[in-house]
């Protein structure tokens, strides 16, 4: 059994610690944020957690995750639901008029409602009880230990941490799990390991609040999506646990006025209340905020490399997992389903190979090529899209899914579209096409074709490849069916106002 040293206990460090733990090797999890165990939800909601700041942000859990969770650890996905998670069902989200009787495979269709810090706190008491997992919290790591490694490859190994009290860590194997703000090229270049980085940035800012459902009241009636995209403003509800729920208003980066409105706790409420899909939720005596305008900036999309270009590593016995590997833009909600399934491909990768550092990393890296890059690469397309699109009309995001993740399915619909679009239709060989293509074809097929709907949930769940409607040629040819009748029916309905109406709103 192997000694495994992780930095940071977030979501990917919890997951390593757990599918490692369990499989009986030796874990110790460094955690800088001095954030001792909570006794409840409630109090979690409250844990200082500087070192992952999106924790006070809108979270959504894809079914992906709820799987995995459900077919490898059963025993957490029921504290979940002990600690007051909801289970999502999209099949009975499905639009109003589509026949909900449930096909085979659509159990498989069930997100998890629920805030982070809940998710987080439900994980964190989980590998708690592991008897071979240990938690440090409340100490920082500040370096690695490395050495030349034996072999004649002369590649740096990497054989433990340095605390900032000075102690060190020795493991066999070192993850870093230290999220997207943690400096992994900084502390490997000081061992002289120089890692390969590929960024771009996500556009968006992110400005998120957290109500609470006042005594006796209940979530509004879902009568249309409640999430999507103005082209100015990205929007969604996000259920949580506890009768709790949130809501993101994501502006471009360089739209300073509306940033400047969103950041004003007033001002939320009152651009809330103007866009149906979240009106119900603040308006009368439904709710009441439980914190103030959270706001987070700096989003990207980042990739690192670890392997040489002839596929060999570049350091061993160390490996990066969840942000610390791969971020991708928070508003398509993948990043804590990506960082489980990231601990799961280490976890196999080191059953598979142990402790061949060469072995493992080549076996890691190549599972983390074919599981987590597509989607990296999709949600920089997307991106390099929606910037493209800040003039977009009204919406063009009435996504069939009645869901808190409408927002970024909405977004995240676009990604595969944008593909089929240039593949499939005359109308979208130009990004101008591929949006028109989503807008008149995908979108409203969404909401009538069941075919449609389901191939589209799998794909945002993770359940199918990011390009997996493009590949499936009847689902590409109903989209083309409802695109080409797009002159016969009305022009879709607005989601919520122009920004110009907007502003003059809430001025
Ligand atoms: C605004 C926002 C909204 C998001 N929304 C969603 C969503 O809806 N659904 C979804 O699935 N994902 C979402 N994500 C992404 C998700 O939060 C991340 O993908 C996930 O947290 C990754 O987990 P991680 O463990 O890699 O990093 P983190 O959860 O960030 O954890 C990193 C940990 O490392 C610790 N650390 C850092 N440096 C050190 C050090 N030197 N020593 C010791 N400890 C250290 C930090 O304190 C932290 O606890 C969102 C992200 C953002 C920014």
Same mark, same amino acid.
């Given at each position: ?23 009986? #090797?030796?874990?110790?999890? &460094? ?27 809108? #979270? ?12 490898? $650890? ?131 800012? $992110? ?24 082209? $100015? ?41 103007? &866009? ?13 905020? &439980? ?33 610390? #590997? ?5 508003? $398509? ?19 598979? #190979? ?154």
């Amino acid at each position: 059994m192997a000694k495994i040293a992780v930095l940071g206990a977030g979501v990917a460090g919890l997951g390593v610690a757990l599918a490692a733990g369990r499989a009986g #090797h030796e874990v110790v999890l &460094i955690e800088r944020d001095d954030t001792p165990l909570a006794v409840s939800p409630a109090e979690a909601f409250d844990w200082d957690r500087q070192g992952a700041p999106q924790v006070r942000h809108s #979270h959504a859990f894809l079914a992906r995750l709820r799987n995995l969770l459900r077919d490898r $650890y059963p025993d957490v996905l029921e504290a979940l639901y002990t600690a007051g998670a909801t289970p999502m069902d999209f099949i009975s989200m499905l639009p109003e008029g589509m026949d909900r009787t449930p096909l085979p495979g659509d159990e498989d269709l069930v997100a998890i409602a629920c805030r982070r810090t809940t998710f987080e706190w439900v994980l964190r008491k989980t590998i708690l009880n592991e008897p071979s997992v240990k938690l440090v919290h409340g100490m920082g790591v500040t370096g690695l230990q490395t050495n030349q490694a034996s072999d004649r490859t002369g590649v740096a190994q990497v054989t433990g941490l340095t605390l900032e009290d000075g102690t060190v860590v020795q493991a066999d194997i070192t993850v870093i799990a230290g999220g997207r703000r943690h400096d992994l090229p900084g502390l490997l270049s000081a061992s002289g390991v120089a890692i390969r980085e590929t960024i771009e940035d996500t556009g968006i800012v $992110y400005f998120s609040r957290f109500f609470q459902l006042r005594k006796g009241a209940e979530f509004p009636a879902q009568t249309g999506p409640i999430g999507g995209d103005l082209g $100015y403003l990205k929007f969604g509800v996000f259920p949580g646990d506890n009768r709790s729920f949130s809501i993101t208003l994501a502006a471009g980066v360089t739209d300073r006025e509306l940033r400047r409105q969103l950041t004003d706790p007033d001002q939320f409420i009152t651009i809330a209340a103007q &866009i149906p899909a979240t009106a119900a939720h603040v308006e009368g005596d439904r709710s009441e905020t &439980i914190t103030g305008v959270n706001i987070m900036a700096g989003l990207l999309n980042r990739r690192r490399g670890f392997l040489d270009e002839s596929g060999e590593p570049l350091v061993l016995g160390l490996h990066a997992v969840g942000d610390a #590997h791969t971020c991708t833009n928070p508003l $398509y909600g993948r990043g804590c389903s990506l960082a489980l399934v990231q601990a799961e491909l280490f976890a196999d990768s080191l059953k598979e #190979h142990g402790l061949n550092h060469r072995d493992r990393s080549v076996a890691f890296e190549g599972a983390t090529r074919d599981e987590i890059t597509p989607w990296y690469r999709a949600s920089v397309a997307q991106d390099r899209l929606n910037a493209d699109s800040t003039t977009v009309q009204n919406g063009t995001a009435d996504a069939a899914t009645s869901t808190a993740d409408a927002a970024t399915s909405t977004s995240g619909a676009a990604t595969s579209t944008a593909d089929a679009a240039t593949s499939t239709a005359d109308a979208a060989t130009s990004t101008s096409g591929a949006r028109e293509f989503m807008r008149d074809g995908l979108l409203p097929a969404m909401r009538t074709d069941p075919v449609v709907v389901r191939a589209f949930l799998r794909m945002f769940n993770l359940l199918e490849a990011p390009n997996s409607l493009m590949t499936n040629s009847d689902v590409v040819a109903r989209v083309l069916t409802v695109f080409n009748d797009r002159e016969n029916r009305p022009a879709e309905v607005s989601m919520g106002p122009d920004r110009a109406l907007l502003l003059e709103a809430i001025s």
